[in-house]
């Protein structure tokens, strides 16, 4: 089952922050089936995922040349916005100030969107330059290509709908064809054939199960003793960049564009590189200010100075003496901290009638109560409420109603309106800053049960 991330991402679609483009209209174009095949009307270009297909490399001044063409992806043709559509648009530049991209990272990026390795959620917009007017890619979303092969099948976003079985094949996941409406479920992701190492496998496979995983995949068909059912082969595996904190890896954090290729060292390695296979210091089995097995002396400097002075705790066990001995070697080991007090829980909201409450319950019950004691020495009538709404912030104001159903694309939602719209928003708040579109539609089903 998927959890809400965007730490993160994001993982989950990305936690991206997005910008609204000018002139947007509140119903987003919805492409036309004709039985089970997807029409080729491309989706309008101010929510779309793009790559990058070739640099320019005309030999004029830029902003007229030097910049990029970019296409649909699953789409023949892409909306050009001055120039009508073509099979891919020029652009003078991404911007990716909404990505949030680390400086160090910025440069790479670019690099490898420009080889056709990053996928770009975003908008075409136009752009007053000095002396001309050019379309840019204005990106709200990226994901960067783990393997660096070629994306030569379509392109999903998958993602783990919660459904269990005990026989195969089981629809545990459901695809949805990026820049269509198309979702079908399926009883299989297959990551191997892409030629991703088992650390590359492991972190999309924390991506599928956290926030939904992007890949460039063929379909194949399974069968079991349920019957008949399709799969995915990816070819490529796509892993969110900007606006999460990074892979955790051993005592280091990896950036945007590397994986996780040795915990033990803490080494990352850029996504089709090479890894560092290198055997390090091994890691304390248990904290020195703790009871428990004998420990490594190599394992810490402070574990070092005690077995020093005294063998037995690496030989034999790290008893209370050796508890005792850290304390007075190893500053880490000082007198704990007094826990905090428990906060104190007022009997009621502060938003109903009933029994007076402590005023040192709450900020909130704290403010009526100093404004009007009646709320804490008898009670806390309609009197106390109507201060409430007043004095907290409008802590008791009704929440405002969603402008349409969480399982129907539309204008963008709050995320008070509802909790199914906060969820969705938690986990891509695409859905509550830009426009509720096909992807926010699927995660409210995955959430909420559409």
């Excluded at 910025?106 to 001309?132: C, F, I, W």
Aim: aromatic share 6%; net charge negative; charged share 15%.
């Amino acid at each position: 089952m998927r959890h809400p991330y965007f730490v993160a991402l994001v993982v989950a679609l990305a936690a991206a922050a997005c910008s609204v483009p000018s002139g947007r209209q509140d119903e987003a174009p919805e492409r036309e089936r004709d039985g089970s095949e997807a029409t080729e009307t491309p989706r309008a270009a101010d929510d779309a995922f793009f790559l990058v297909t070739r640099p320019d490399y005309r030999k004029c001044m830029w902003p007229l040349c030097g910049g990029v063409y970019v296409a649909q992806v699953n789409q023949a043709q892409t909306d050009c916005v001055q120039e009508g559509s073509a099979a891919d648009c020029y652009v003078a530049e991404i911007d990716w100030s909404a990505v949030g991209l680390a400086p160090t990272e910025l440069g790479d990026v670019k690099a490898q969107a420009a080889q056709g390795h990053v996928l770009v959620r975003g908008t075409m917009e136009n752009h007053a330059y000095p002396s001309h007017e050019l379309p840019v890619l204005v990106a709200t979303g990226a994901w960067h290509g783990m393997t660096l092969n070629p994306p030569t099948a379509d392109f999903y976003y998958v993602v783990d709908n919660g459904i269990t079985c005990i026989t195969f094949p089981c629809p545990s996941l459901t695809e949805l064809r990026l820049n269509t409406s198309d979702t079908q479920q399926i009883a299989g992701l297959d990551l191997a054939v892409s030629g991703a190492g088992q650390p590359q496998i492991a972190a999309a496979q924390s991506e599928l199960a956290m926030e939904g995983l992007m890949v460039s995949a063929n379909h194949q068909a399974v069968s079991g003793p349920a019957g008949e059912g399709q799969a995915l082969v990816a070819v490529e595996l796509y892993t969110r960049l900007g606006n999460h904190p990074g892979e955790a890896c051993g005592s280091n954090v990896c950036s945007a564009t590397e994986f996780c290729c040795n915990p033990s060292c803490g080494i990352c390695a850029p996504h089709g590189g090479a890894c560092i296979e290198i055997a390090c210091a091994p890691q304390c089995a248990h904290d020195e200010c703790a009871v428990g097995q004998a420990l490594s002396a190599n394992c810490s400097p402070c574990a070092d100075q005690v077995c020093a002075t005294d063998p037995y705790c690496c030989n034999t066990s790290w008893d209370q003496l050796c508890v005792t001995e850290a304390a007075e070697l190893c500053p880490k080991c000082g007198a704990e901290p007094e826990p905090e007090p428990e906060p104190e829980h007022c009997a009621h909201g502060e938003c109903e009638t009933g029994d007076k409450l402590d005023g040192g319950c709450s900020e909130c019950a704290t403010k009526v109560c100093t404004a009007d004691s009646y709320c804490c020495d008898t009670a806390w009538d309609a009197l106390c409420v109507k201060e409430a709404g007043q004095l907290c912030d409008d802590l008791c104001a009704e929440p405002e109603a969603c402008v349409h159903g969480e399982c129907s694309s539309g204008p963008k939602l709050t995320p008070t309106c509802s909790s199914c719209a906060g969820s969705v928003c938690g986990a891509d708040p695409y859905c509550c800053d830009t426009y509720w579109d096909g992807i926010c539609v699927q995660q409210a089903g995955q959430l909420c049960g559409c």
